[in-house]
């Protein structure tokens, strides 16, 4: 008797990479500027060093403004430099 098995790929996917960060800039049409912060521990003197990386976004409706905590996901590369889109605007910037 043959039994067939099935391999289900749903489950091998790998969740996208999700990264937190603030808008630097959103002159450009449909995207943002944001910096991501990450904190690494030195490896011999064990004192806590901020990283900092600015990476270009997609933001498709342009929700985002200067200030604003947003989550990114990452995606294919869609341009030259954006390597990440927009998920949601986490908190608004406080207004001067």
Known sequence: MATTTTTNTEDKVKPKREEMGIVLSNKMQKTIVVKLDRRIRHAKYGKFITKTKKVKAHDEENTAAIGDLVLLVATKP??????????????KASGV
């Not at 869609?78 to 908190?91: C, F, Q």
């Open 78 to 91: 869609l341009s030259k430099d954006k390597r990440y889109a927009l998920k949601t605007v986490v908190r």
